[in-house]
């Protein structure tokens, strides 16, 4: 880097200097904010995927940074009560800047994290990354391969690890677009800059970037992948890097911790032990919904056997009941060529269900604008309609409605 093109911006002449003094040049106050433009500056404004740096401008602080035409504004915060921050700045005043560091450092070490992701998806793999989003928690590259199970993850990782342990240089670089031949180019730069800024890892990647970097891959410390989808024709990989991926980490270590204690197994265990238990759970609900069925069917029976075979509307309805017990009393109920209203006192839930055959009326016709007049969520077919209410007399009425329907046919 022999020479700087871009005066004033400090964050590119030194990444890790965190304080500097400058002075305004124009003072835009909008309500309880305002934009300053200053005569040279620490904070990197929003681009490229990477998020804008915060901290503090004259003490007010920074929480946004954006570049219009050339210039560089930060949005400083005012308080209603000025004993809380330091008064506006004036033009022609020096101001203190101070950035977050915490986050810069994070900031540096995810976009890092992703040159260095990227340059070995395409040097090893040909793949190639079509975008990259900086978030909160986690970061994602949209990549050209053609199916997640494409991706060999930890494989991947070992060889982030590998370039991480050598904790090669990473460079910066500025040339005329004329002399971008010079460059093995992972991709293209915007048409029409004058001076394109290249970042370089240790002779195998070379990417135009206008982000904050670090200087060598080792500051990098870690390099996740957290997952991988499908996503409009590509994949999307979602990772994290440096502190971040070493803080998400320890917190999954410390729940799979936990999570082993209450089961009674160590770490190690964990993955078999909840294949183990998942499948306990399984059968266990297999079995209980045999009982359910079986039980259904006694009280269809029941019920059936106590109104006589003249009627042909069964009402069930109960403080205990749930609404998986009322559907299946209602089924059974429909097997026996009965029409049902089930009901879920504990879970504000109606069901109300008719046996196939001609001669009933459609319920989702007739029922769903009831239900809707009284504030029920649900709805339905012709022979099925279920709805559930949050006031109590609400039910009580749509349960009376149903029942007038059905019985009145």
């Not at 002075?23 to 620490?42: F, N, S, Y």
């Not at 070379?206 to 080792?218: I, R, V």
């Not at 559930?388 to 349960?399: A, G, H, N, P």
Request: with cysteine.
């Amino acid at each position: 880097m022999s020479f700087q093109p871009f005066p004033g911006r400090l964050y590119y002449e030194n990444p890790l200097q965190d304080e500097a003094d400058a002075v305004v040049l124009e003072v835009r106050q909008e309500g309880k904010t305002a934009l300053v433009h200053l005569d040279q500056t620490i904070f990197y404004p929003e681009g490229g995927g990477q998020p804008a740096d915060w901290g503090w401008l004259g003490g007010l602080p920074v929480r946004d940074v954006q570049e219009v035409q050339g210039q560089i504004w930060h949005k400083v915060e005012i308080a209603d009560d000025p004993s809380l921050h330091q008064p506006l700045p004036q033009t022609g005043q020096m101001v203190h800047l101070v950035i977050d560091w915490q986050r810069r450092r994070d900031h540096m070490q995810q976009h890092s994290g992703q040159h260095l992701l990227s340059a070995i998806l395409e040097q090893e793999y040909g793949i190639h990354t079509l975008s990259f989003h900086l978030g909160k928690e986690t970061c994602t590259i949209d990549i050209t391969a053609g199916s997640p199970d494409d991706l060999p993850a930890s494989d991947i990782e070992a060889q982030l690890e590998a370039w991480i342990r050598r904790d090669a240089p990473i460079r910066v670089h500025y040339c005329p677009p004329e002399d971008l031949e010079a460059f093995h180019l992972r991709k293209r730069p915007p048409a029409g800059e004058s001076v394109v800024r290249i970042v370089e890892i240790d002779q195998y990647d070379w990417s135009p970037c206008g982000g904050t970097h670090l200087s060598s891959t080792g500051p990098i410390r870690l390099v996740k992948i957290l997952g991988l989808e499908r996503y409009k024709g590509n994949v999307r990989l979602y990772f994290a890097a440096g502190d971040r991926a070493a803080g998400l980490l320890m917190a999954v270590y410390e729940e799979a911790r936990k999570s082993a204690g209450s089961l009674g197994c160590g770490i190690a265990d964990l993955a078999v032990r909840t294949v183990d238990l998942s499948g306990k759970l399984s059968a266990a609900e297999r079995e209980a919904g045999r009982y359910l069925l079986k039980w259904a069917e006694a009280e269809a029976k029941a019920g059936s056997i106590l109104c006589g075979p003249s009627q042909k509307v069964l009402v069930f309805e109960g403080a205990d009941i749930t609404a998986m017990e009322a559907a299946e009393l209602a089924k059974a109920a429909t097997r026996m060529g009965k029409a049902c209203i089930a009901v879920s006192r504990a879970e504000s839930t109606v069901i109300v269900q008719v046996p196939a055959q001609a001669g009933w009326p459609s319920l989702g016709t007739l029922l769903k604008p009831i239900a809707d007049s009284l504030h029920g969520k649900g709805g339905g077919g012709p022979a099925l309609f279920r709805a559930r209410f949050v006031e109590k007399e609400e039910l009580e009425r749509f349960i009376e409605a149903a029942r007038t329907l059905l019985l009145g046919r």
